[in-house]
């Protein structure tokens, strides 16, 4: 079955301690990016990434870092998260750019405390 | 500056009730492409229709149409007959993957449908 998968689904964590989303696509798509979904501001994207080891800054990238080794992954790292990045973020993929359908993971709940 | 505005926060209709959910966009681009996009209560978000600036034929996918006029910058989304099953977050999205590929979201629409 083609999809994105993210990992966690939910998660709890304190102000300064690195945490690590991860996302995964078996379509062999080569866009990826990374949203997130505030209430009233809809989604905005934090970073993208339009093949292996090319990434580039979306809106709101501040506090966030991504990595692209492998096509199919595309983890988003929260080095020292802060509570103003408690959030839900999406992950997403499409065959090649943003004038494709996006195909989005299922979604992670991040609370920072 | 891209920019897509959903002025509806929330709507709420009866069933069978006709409904019409406003996006009007903007961009200096000729080239752009346009989206909807669902979030049903469970919280995925599922892909509806995506549109270039070329293509301003209305387009009907069952209950579903929308209108995209360029003079007036707006891709609406028309439910007919709307079911309880509709009830769900709408977004609209306008891209440029020829300017760093720009993805901008609307802050969407609650469409509430009540038997």
């Known amino acids: 079955e083609a999809q994105v998968t993210q990992n966690p689904r939910y998660l709890i964590t304190v102000t300064g301690k690195k945490l690590t989303v991860t996302c995964s696509q078996n379509?062999?798509?080569?866009?990826m990016s990374w949203y997130r979904q505030d209430p009233g501001l809809g989604l905005r994207q934090i970073y993208y990434?339009?093949?292996?080891?090319?990434?580039d800054k979306g809106d709101v990238p501040e506090g966030y870092k991504v990595s692209r080794k492998e096509k199919r992954n595309f983890p988003l790292i929260l080095e020292s998260p802060s509570p103003n990045q408690t959030s839900l973020y999406f992950c997403?993929?499409?065959?090649?750019?943003?004038?494709?359908?996006?195909?989005f993971g299922p979604g992670t709940r991040l609370t920072v405390t | 500056a891209q920019k897509v505005t959903q002025a509806q926060t929330e709507i709420s209709v009866v069933e069978k009730e006709d409904v019409t959910l406003d996006c009007v966009y903007e961009?200096?681009?000729?080239?752009?492409?346009l989206f909807w996009y669902k979030q049903p209560p469970s919280g995925e978000l599922v892909f509806l229709i995506r549109?270039?600036?070329?293509?301003?034929q209305n387009e009907i996918s069952g209950r579903y149409s929308w209108n995209f006029q360029k003079s007036t910058s707006s891709f609406n989304f028309t439910i007919t007959a709307s079911q309880v099953v509709d009830s769900a977050v709408y977004f609209c999205?306008?891209?440029?993957?020829?300017?760093?590929?720009?993805?901008?979201f609307g802050a969407g629409t609650r469409l509430t449908v009540k038997p």
């Open positions: 997403a993929s499409s065959i090649r750019d943003t004038s494709y359908e996006q195909y």
């Open positions: 379509m062999n798509h080569e866009y």
């Open positions: 990434s339009m093949n292996v080891e090319v990434t």
């Open positions: 961009t200096r681009d000729t080239t752009y492409y």
């Open positions: 549109r270039n600036s070329f293509d301003e």
């Open positions: 999205a306008l891209s440029d993957p020829y300017n760093n590929n720009d993805m901008r």
